[in-house]
């Protein structure tokens, strides 16, 4: 079954590092996503991107925040010079028409990002 | 704006014991409700919607009917099984995206 996948798993970084973090959503689909849990805390939307630009994002997602779909596979969030407040797991969810119509997204495992 | 609450975890039950969680949303119109399962190690999954009101979604044993009067989506199963463990989400739809809760841990005992 196709599935979207994450890397990495686990990252620890040191504040004001830059961070990457890759998807590879399923390969039909043409709506991305990335969002975030803080621990103990809700899933929140980052930004959706649909046609090579990103068709909203949320509050959240300020200028430290770029997506980027360098090749026909994978979709990346870069956090620039990261924050103690970025620690937090980071879903990646992609799927065949706009999520919001049908709540039909398809998740990865998740990154879990460790900012000391 | 629109918002999602759910009870809060963890919940521990037996196994074949009942299970409610409750979910309430604040939105303007209508939107489409869903509950997402996260199993151990895996991503959120679709568990089950409903897209307008008085719509019963369901799926796996479980259910939830959604709820304009009360503004609700509570999810239930008559038996729960040890693995049906997992943390369980629910979410509203929000002009092409997703809000959800901040989930409900189940941990179904033998």
């Known amino acids: 079954e196709p599935e979207v996948t994450q890397t990495p798993s686990h990252q620890v970084t040191q504040m004001g590092q830059e961070v990457i973090l890759r998807c590879v959503p399923i390969?039909?689909?043409?709506?991305f996503y990335w969002y975030r849990q803080i621990l103990g805390q809700k899933v929140e939307f980052l930004v959706s991107?649909?046609?090579?630009?990103?068709?909203?994002k949320s509050e959240i997602f300020d200028d430290q925040f770029s997506v980027e779909r360098p090749d026909g596979s994978n979709f990346t969030l870069k956090i620039r010079s990261t924050k103690l407040e970025d620690s937090a797991m980071y879903f990646c969810?992609?799927?065949?028409?706009?999520?919001?119509?049908?709540?039909?997204?398809?998740f990865g495992e998740g990154s879990r990002l460790t900012v000391l | 704006g629109n918002s999602v609450t759910q009870m809060e975890g963890p919940v521990t039950l037996s196994e074949e014991a009942f299970l409610t969680i409750n979910c309430t949303y604040t939105?303007?119109?209508?939107?489409?409700l869903f509950w997402y399962v996260q199993y151990p190690g895996e991503g959120l999954q679709l568990l089950l919607k409903?897209?307008?009101?008085?719509d019963k979604g369901s799926n796996k044993g479980f259910e939830a009917t959604y709820r304009k009067e009360t503004t609700s989506f509570h999810l239930e199963k008559g038996s729960v099984q040890v693995s049906d463990s997992a943390v369980y989400f629910c979410?509203?739809?929000?002009?092409?995206?997703?809000?959800f809760g901040q989930g409900t841990e189940l941990s179904v005992k033998p």
């Open positions: 969810a992609s799927s065949e028409t706009s999520g919001g119509r049908t709540g039909e997204l398809f």
């Open positions: 390969s039909n689909h043409l709506y």
């Open positions: 991107f649909y046609n090579n630009e990103i068709s909203e």
């Open positions: 939105a303007t119109g209508y939107p489409s």
């Open positions: 409903a897209t307008k009101a008085d």
């Open positions: 979410a509203l739809s929000d002009k092409g995206k997703l809000i």
